[in-house]
């Protein structure tokens, strides 16, 4: 494949991915479908950031995009922490013995 269509077609599908993402959480009804849900702001931002991060790093030939890309990508990973650690938590206050249970087959996989 030519190099200069291959860059064009990424620069047209790689966001492409993001926006199917927001579209599907902005998209449905968010009261139904997140009910409880008080973090789903954060993954909004989390998205919105992740867009912006590649987006900015399509046009890698240059500085400020590239540190424009980092930052936001940064940002978007604080979100998704934030989002993650708030979500395990409840989970590992009922699942706590499952997960024990999971570590010490994966560490007996690993080293045997």
């Keep these: 494949m030519d190099r200069a269509l291959f860059r064009k077609l990424r620069q047209f ?3 492409l991915i993001l926006i199917a993402l927001l579209y599907c959480i902005f ?3 968010r009261k139904k479908a997140y009910p409880k849900n008080k973090y789903i702001g954060f993954t909004l931002l989390a998205l919105v ?3 912006t991060g590649g987006h900015s790093l399509l046009y890698d030939h240059l500085l400020l995009y ?3 890309g980092l930052i936001a ?5 604080i979100n998704y922490a934030i989002v993650f650690f ?3 938590k409840n989970y590992l206050k009922r699942e706590l ?3 024990y249970w999971m570590l ?4 007996a996989l690993t080293l045997s």
């Design 13 to 15: 599908t790689k966001p």
């Design 27 to 29: 998209g449905t009804d």
């Design 49 to 51: 950031f992740s867009f």
């Design 66 to 68: 590239i540190m424009t």
């Design 73 to 77: 990508f940064l940002l978007a990973h």
């Design 86 to 88: 708030t979500q395990a």
């Design 97 to 99: 013995p499952l997960v």
């Design 104 to 107: 010490l087959a994966l560490m």
